[in-house]
């Protein structure tokens, strides 16, 4: 038999870990962890065939990371855990016309980009490799699976215990909900840190400005309240468990 406080704290618990998994599983699926702004290109055609090219790279599966950085900077971009995406118009000649409709043109990053080699002069493959960006890259990409990997894992662990009537191993959901807390937090730091040392190997264009988008916030959010939840499955276990074990004395005596 559990106690109400018990009870009520694992409630409490399941929802924030649902509400967790929902916002680290949105964040993961968009691209607006990251916005640029620059200034709006001129209207000359050397410069349209120019930023026309750019769009045409950008799509190509082999495009460098220099290259899709580039476009990115130059109109508009978004970028993700998953996806960058583009703002472009919808019109082919749109140099030539001084108002058109503009659109997002979203390209995902394929397996063998989440785990390429990252240098330290982005698109320059002869230069040496920068490890610390690269594990960078990669640890933003495997970080909240594994978060969202331990959440289902202590998921299967909760309804095992609720069958089993049993609340011991919510202590075990209480610690795993913690790992995936750290994880989520991890995912943030790494993908910030990436992009802020990315910076420093580009340049910038002029007037081009940069902010956090509301994914990264989502994310970063999940991290608190991961742990907000393991913190009550690990109370509701330790207290149950001490009262148990003060009951069965007083029964004994």
């Known amino acids: 038999m559990v106690d109400n406080r018990y009870a009520t704290a694992l409630v409490i618990g399941s929802v924030l870990s649902l509400l967790a998994?929902?916002?680290?599983?949105?964040?993961?699926?968009?691209?607006?962890?990251?916005?640029?702004?620059?200034?709006?290109?001129?209207?000359?055609?050397?410069?349209?065939?120019?930023?026309q090219m750019l769009r045409e790279t950008f799509k190509s599966e082999d495009v460098s990371e220099k290259t899709y950085s580039e476009a990115l900077f130059r109109l508009n971009g978004t970028l993700g855990l998953w996806w960058r995406c583009i703002l472009v118009p919808r019109e082919p000649h749109w140099f030539k016309q001084p108002e058109t409709k503009m659109m997002t043109d979203c390209e995902s990053f394929t397996l063998p980009q989440q785990f390429?080699?990252?240098?330290?002069?982005?698109?320059?493959?002869?230069?040496?490799?920068?490890?610390?960006?690269t594990y960078l890259w990669r640890c933003r990409f495997l970080f909240p699976l594994v978060s969202l990997g331990l959440v289902f894992l202590g998921a299967l662990?909760?309804?095992?215990?609720?069958?089993?009537?049993?609340?011991?191993?919510?202590?075990?959901?209480?610690?795993?909900?913690?790992?995936?807390?750290?994880?989520?937090?991890?995912t943030v730091c790494c993908f910030l840190a990436g992009i802020d040392l990315l910076h420093r190997a580009l340049d910038w264009p002029e007037g081009?400005?940069?902010?956090?988008?509301w994914s990264l916030y989502l994310a970063l959010v999940?991290?608190?309240?991961?742990?907000?939840?393991?913190?009550?499955?690990?109370?509701?276990?330790?207290?149950?468990?001490?009262?148990?074990?003060?009951?069965?004395?007083?029964?004994?005596?």
């Open 222 to 253: 999940s991290s608190p309240l991961q742990m907000m939840a393991a913190a009550l499955f690990i109370w509701a276990a330790r207290s149950h468990r001490k009262n148990y074990t003060r009951m069965t004395a007083y029964r004994v005596a």
């Open 208 to 213: 081009m400005d940069y902010s956090l988008g």
């Open 21 to 51: 998994s929902v916002y680290l599983s949105v964040a993961v699926g968009t691209q607006h962890w990251y916005q640029y702004r620059s200034l709006p290109a001129s209207n000359d055609a050397m410069n349209g065939s120019d930023l």
């Open 116 to 133: 390429e080699t990252k240098y330290k002069h982005p698109g320059n493959s002869s230069n040496d490799e920068d490890l610390l960006r």
């Open 157 to 186: 662990i909760g309804v095992c215990a609720c069958l089993c009537r049993s609340i011991t191993p919510t202590l075990f959901v209480g610690l795993l909900h913690l790992l995936a807390g750290l994880c989520s937090l991890a």
